[in-house]
């Protein structure tokens, strides 16, 4: 069972404008993320997917396997299946990488990778990981069933303190599984309306009726999305073992 693992970017990204280009230990900040990639026992092949010739330049620099496409996706997902489509080449299941995790953990890809193959009946494996319960919009919470049936996905308030008061939430981790089928049914498809109203892709799956389950996984991960974040990211890094293994 082939997996491929694709890493969309873009160069002008609205919070942290050119962030995919700046460097974290003398190292891009894509290029981290390509390379941790990289360390999965389990993927087959990994292709950056980027909308801008700095960021091909910069990965060709780095021998980081690279794929130019549009500048008009709207989201990273509808880029990756334009992507998998010039690759003209087949696999079972299709990982979005997203290129903004550069502390991504290996061992997440892999464990979501098995866990996909062992639930093929699901279209989209989406993991997270249990955190302190955050009122940041920046973060995604998963919202899942017994069954870990993801049943929404938000930015807000939830589970809303009503009557008890929630100690911890379960935060979208930025690696998506999608059998190929899933994701060219999402790629092809308008976006809906709650989708709209959050800016979070997946909504649209959910709304189209498309099977995901969740997985949790222990861990840190976050995504560079503002400055702090990436300040923060470059002191962790400093302390961080894959780095050791690839700079």
């Given amino acids: 069972m082939k997996v491929i693992g694709l890493i969309p970017t873009r160069l002008n990204s609205l919070r942290l404008p050119q962030k995919a280009l700046l460097p974290i230990n003398n190292i891009p900040l894509i290029i981290h993320t390509y390379r941790r990639a990289k360390l999965s026992k389990l993927l087959d092949d990994v292709v950056i997917c980027c909308d801008d010739i700095k960021i091909l330049d910069i990965a060709k620099k780095f021998k980081a396997k690279v794929m130019i496409t549009?500048?008009?996706?709207?989201?990273?997902?509808?880029?990756?299946?334009?992507?998998?489509?010039?690759?003209?080449?087949?696999?079972?299941?299709?990982?979005?990488?997203?290129?903004?995790?550069?502390?991504?953990?290996?061992?997440?890809?892999?464990?979501?990778?098995?866990?996909?193959?062992?639930?093929?009946?699901?279209?989209?494996?989406?993991?997270?990981?249990?955190?302190?319960?955050?009122?940041?919009?920046?973060?995604?919470?998963?919202?899942?069933?017994?069954?870990?049936?993801?049943?929404?996905?938000?930015?807000?308030?939830?589970?809303?303190?009503?009557?008890?008061?929630?100690?911890?939430?379960?935060?979208?981790?930025?690696i998506i599984s999608f059998k190929p089928y899933a994701l060219e049914k999402f790629a092809l498809s308008k976006k809906t309306t709650l989708e709209k109203i959050e800016d979070i892709e997946l909504l649209r799956a959910l709304d189209l009726g498309l099977k995901i389950r969740t997985i949790?996984?222990?861990?840190?991960?976050?995504?560079?999305?503002?400055?702090?974040?990436?300040?923060?990211?470059?002191?962790?890094?400093?302390?961080?073992?894959y780095f050791r293994i690839y700079k």
Avoid at 94 to 109: A, F, R, T
């Fill in 216 to 241: 949790k996984l222990s861990g840190d991960s976050f995504s560079v999305d503002v400055l702090d974040d990436y300040y923060k990211a470059q002191q962790k890094m400093l302390k961080d073992k």
């Fill in 70 to 174: 549009s500048k008009n996706h709207q989201n990273g997902t509808e880029r990756i299946f334009e992507a998998y489509k010039n690759l003209k080449k087949n696999f079972e299941i299709i990982l979005d990488i997203q290129g903004d995790e550069p502390l991504l953990s290996p061992v997440h890809i892999d464990e979501v990778i098995r866990f996909h193959k062992k639930n093929l009946n699901d279209d989209i494996i989406l993991p997270n990981i249990k955190i302190p319960y955050s009122n940041n919009p920046n973060i995604v919470k998963v919202i899942f069933n017994k069954k870990y049936q993801v049943l929404y996905l938000t930015r807000g308030q939830v589970p809303f303190h009503f009557k008890d008061s929630v100690k911890y939430i379960f935060k979208h981790l930025s």
